[in-house]
């Protein structure tokens, strides 16, 4: 298993910026992909942004131009750089790692999650 704890979140106005962290219990080398994934009450968990072993990036449409998924494999860490944070981005956000076996198969662990309150 990957046991993976996030840290970072807190409250910030608008206009504010934040930076996440994810620790991995194990190498990031071993694992498929990075990715932070968010969710307020009432809403479905979204994804934000992701990281593949090889560096390649994607972010929600919502959040491009303002966050930035980073990682730094010496430390099994990765990182998400809020900027520019919205009321809309208020919501709990949960570290995920993503590793594909044999015939497409994939695991999915998952932080314990991280509140983000942006207030107006």
């Known amino acids: 298993q990957v046991q993976l704890v996030e840290s970072g979140g807190g409250l910030v106005q608008a206009g504010g910026s934040l930076r996440l962290s994810c620790a991995a219990s194990k190498s990031l080398f071993g694992i498929n992909a990075m990715a932070w994934y968010r969710q307020a009450p009432g809403n479905q968990r979204e994804l934000v942004a992701a990281i593949t072993s090889g560096g390649n990036t994607n972010y929600a449409d919502s959040v491009k131009g303002r966050f930035t998924i980073s990682r730094d494999n010496a430390k099994n860490t990765v990182y998400l750089q809020m900027n520019s944070l919205k009321p809309e981005d208020t919501a709990v956000y949960y570290c995920?790692?993503?590793?594909?076996?044999?015939?497409?198969?994939?695991?999915?662990?998952w932080g314990q999650g991280t509140q983000v309150t942006v207030s107006s």
């Open positions: 995920n790692a993503r590793i594909e076996g044999v015939l497409y198969r994939v695991q999915d662990y």
